[in-house]
């Protein structure tokens, strides 16, 4: 599976941005997703993940009530709307495929290349 994130970009504290993550291949529905962010001089955090239906999900508690993902398994995408946000929030967004869920974990299997969002304050 091959990932490709996009919809970073520079917004102002209390703006929003939905990032999209398209995948390769015609098995997208077997794969859990993830979003995961590592900020400059940080190292990679989880921030939310979505099972393989899209009927579950989890959130950092960092995100919760500010960001949701989704997924559209017909065009093999998973998406993050990211809301209120923060310059805090400032980091480069990955998405992650994985067939074996954890809803916290960070053992995925693919990785794309990770798309920037920056927030001003």
């Known amino acids: 599976v091959q990932l490709q994130a996009s919809g970073g970009g520079l917004v102002q504290a209390g703006g929003s941005l939905r990032l999209s993550c398209a995948a390769s291949?015609?098995?997208?529905?077997?794969?859990?997703m993830g979003w995961f962010r590592q900020a400059p001089g940080k190292e990679r955090e989880f921030v939310a993940s979505i099972s393989w239906s899209g009927s579950t999900t989890y959130y950092a508690d960092s995100v919760k009530g500010r960001f949701t993902i989704s997924r559209d398994n017909a065009k093999n995408t998973v998406y993050l709307q990211m809301n209120s946000l923060k310059p805090e929030d400032t980091a480069i967004y990955y998405c992650?495929?994985?067939?074996?869920?954890?809803?916290?974990?960070?053992?995925?299997?693919?990785w794309g290349q990770g798309t920037l969002v920056t927030v001003s304050s």
């Open positions: 992650a495929a994985t067939v074996q869920w954890a809803p916290d974990g960070y053992e995925y299997d693919y």
């Open positions: 291949g015609r098995t997208f529905s077997s794969y859990a």
